[in-house]
């Protein structure tokens, strides 16, 4: 088995990219940075460059399923310019994924490409499965609805599609984690916002897991990845606090507060989604970190 893995350098991607060794899936990956490519037998790199239509066509050789992940990260300031740049940077990698595969007649068997939890609308009651039926309108919401459709887009090629709906993603030196531990370790860490927006966290490595499961039982459709246990932001807070034993002993960050700091992206931090995994689980996957300590204590210990 090989697979062809878009935004493999980063966070998620790299820990794929171990799963893949680990289960013995060959790797190719495209990249964008032209000095992260790699030569070898196992992790083969590719260069591309999705916004001038460029890719190595080589890249598809032997391929038997595309990993997508590309993107451009969603935590910069959103600026008018960059919440195009967030859109278009992912849109464009899967037109042109799928423009090579038509006119080069590519056989591919599945795409499995990364979504988000943010499109279920913010709500700190609601409970989301994947069959839900309404979408976040805020500008997440709308980044991840273009997102699936245009991933949607490669059945007409006759190409399965597979969506992993990603919750925050808990990883010790990458994404959230290090940004909530840095200030907790300082002794000015505290709960955003009210604290009661769910946090619908996942360990890295089971989100690695999930990819390669749905990749080796063949699964269709849409799949949270989340872990079975979400927590409120506040419980967030105070377990970081208890696993790098430090006491927290400010007030919460006002919502107001984080507002003027980094405008609209604030929704990053104060959206609440409480988000379900029972549909992965019901396909007999078994999470390693189910709970936020023993996933904090696994992470953060060393
Ligand atoms: N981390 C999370 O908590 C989380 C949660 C929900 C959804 N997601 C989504 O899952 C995907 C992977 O997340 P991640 O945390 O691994 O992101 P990441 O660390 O930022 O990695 C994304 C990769 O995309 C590639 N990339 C950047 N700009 C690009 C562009 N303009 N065109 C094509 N490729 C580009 C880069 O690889 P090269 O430099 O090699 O090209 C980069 O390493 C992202 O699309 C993200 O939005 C992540």
Not at 185 to 203: M, T, Y
Request: proline share 4%.
């Amino acid at each position: 088995m090989k697979v062809l893995i878009t935004g493999a350098t980063g966070l998620v991607g790299q820990a794929i990219v171990a799963q893949c060794k680990k289960h013995n899936v060959k790797v190719h990956y495209l990249t964008t940075s032209k000095d992260k490519l790699e030569l070898e037998d196992d992790y083969k790199g590719f260069y591309w460059n999705p916004k001038l239509n460029e890719i190595d066509i080589n890249s598809f050789e032997g391929v038997d399923v595309i990993i997508n992940l590309a993107g451009v990260s969603i935590s910069n300031r959103w600026t008018t310019n960059y919440k195009k740049k967030i859109i278009d940077s992912r849109i464009q990698s899967l037109r042109l994924l799928k423009t090579t595969i038509e006119k080069g007649q590519i056989k591919i068997d599945r795409l499995i490409s990364a979504s988000a939890v943010g499109i279920y609308p913010d709500s700190l009651t609601n409970y989301y499965e994947e069959g839900s039926q309404v979408y976040s309108s805020n500008f997440l919401g709308e980044v991840v609805e273009k997102w699936e459709t245009e991933a949607n887009t490669f059945l007409k090629l006759g190409i399965q599609v597979t969506k992993i709906r990603i919750g925050l993603v808990l990883e010790k030196n990458e994404g959230a984690l290090p940004k909530l531990v840095q200030p907790i370790k300082l002794g000015f860490g505290a709960a955003l916002g009210n604290g009661e927006q769910w946090q619908s966290w996942i360990h890295k490595e089971d989100l690695a897991r999930i990819f390669l499961f749905v990749l080796e039982n063949k699964l269709d459709g849409v799949f949270n990845a989340v872990a079975p246990n979400p927590v409120i932001n506040q419980e967030l807070t105070k377990a970081i606090a208890k696993t790098i034993n430090r006491p927290l002993i400010l007030p919460n960050i006002p919502k107001s507060f984080l507002k003027l700091l980094l405008g609209e992206m604030h929704q990053l931090l104060l959206e609440s989604q409480r988000v379900g995994s029972n549909k992965i689980e019901a396909e007999g996957f078994e999470f390693n970190y189910p709970n936020l300590l023993p996933a904090l204590e696994n992470l953060l210990d060393s």
